[in-house]
């Protein structure tokens, strides 16, 4: 294979950065670009695999105009490691490599057998072994160290630079609608942009509000990030009940016992918060009533399966069958022990037979079961969250292509996106479409 670049010229903005620059490289060969900070040689490779397009000048792979082909049918030939890599997703390192094998693949077609031969191929290329348990590759020695190893010695063999941890801290358009990318390390200059900066859940693990920044500078409205898929504090002292799970319907109630959400699952009790995937799925609509100063309550039904008047008719029968038998006996055919004895206390009576029970007060045992509440006082912190809630105001991104309507080459994407789904895949989905609407469009427009 031969790729050549001929006679290249680009400038950005009013700027001249190559000025009629040729190079070559044949097959086999290891070619070198050498030169002081700025002097272009990032951007001569830009144009040499596409990313960027001349002014002036061509490239050529294998004697052919590299603009005369398509993306796909260059990318199976023409290749590149880019000084910077950035993954918003837990790919292992066999999902990364198989993307190679996107450009030989139809549209939307899975990984094969062949995919994955060739991938094991390679990683014994790089020294390392791989054992095949039901679909699933590991290195032998069962350490991700191992795959970092040997993608450190090639990077290092074939003399690439890798930075990281560098911030983005300005975007600004040029007069040809290009943008400058300011980090605190350097500039970068781009044709289109796509944030990806995330929400600000998690910050332990690179959750920020630094996108929100970035929308600011671009003048793009936005709602201020707040924790989301998060547990709920509570008013009330439940330490007896650290540890508890229990199924419920849980319903999430303003002051006027308006019903806002509702949903069944389990939920967790911990020292001062109720936990729980049904929880977190809830937390959305409490931390929105919370910030718009409403008082929220969980009302927590123990039974749903049975009504309040059966339950009622049961534990008359209870105390007319079991006279002597306790209170916490009752209850415990229904709800765990610690909650039992949790909602006796709340109950604060003196009685501890059930014989001692008038009707009167076994309708308020009933109802407690069914209706057992809990007072929201806050959302956890962002540290504790899964996703947030806020971001880019929607009503300013073309669905279709994720294109901010008011910027003809930026893109928002995944969280940074004033949209945030409930447990169960649903938020990285969201990324992940919402990156492929961007990444196609991009590639459309070129």
Known sequence: MNVKAEDIKLSYGAEAILKGVSMEAGNREFVGL?????????????????????????????????????YKTSARSLGVVAQHNYYNFDFSVREVVLM??????????????????????????????????????YPMSRQASTIVWAFNDRLKKNQIQVHTREIVIGLEEQS????????????YYARNIVLACGGAAAPALGGTDAGCSLLDQLGIPYYPFQPALCKLQVKEKMSGLAGVRSKALVTVMDASSEIHAQEFGEVQFTGQSLSGIVIFNLSHTAGEMLQDGESVSLCLDLVPDINEADLYMHFRKFRTNNPERSLQACLNGFVHEKLAT?????????QERISELNDVELQKLADQIKKLTFHVTATAGAEDAQVSRGGA????????????????????????????????????????????????SIYDSN
């Open 34 to 70: 050498i030169g002081p900070n700025g002097s272009g040689k990032s951007t001569l490779l830009k144009c040499v695999y596409r990313v960027l397009s001349p002014d002036k000048g061509a490239v050529f792979l294998d004697g052919k105009p590299l603009k005369d082909m398509n």
């Open 100 to 137: 190679g094998r996107a450009p030989h693949k139809k549209a939307l077609e899975r990984d094969n057998a062949k995919d994955y031969q060739i991938v094991n191929q390679f990683a014994e290329q790089l020294g390392v072994a791989v054992s095949d348990e039901h679909g699933y590759y």
């Open 176 to 187: 040809d609608h290009t943008y400058c990318i300011q980090t605190d390390q350097g500039q």
């Open 342 to 350: 949790y909602i006796l206390e709340q109950c604060r009576w003196k």
């Open 393 to 440: 105001d929607t009503r300013f991104i073309d669905p279709e292509t994720m294109k901010l309507t008011v910027q003809e080459h930026v893109y928002v994407i995944g969280e940074l996106l004033d949209t945030d789904g409930i447990c169960g895949g649903y938020n990285l989905m969201w990324a992940v479409i919402t990156g492929m609407k961007a990444g196609f």
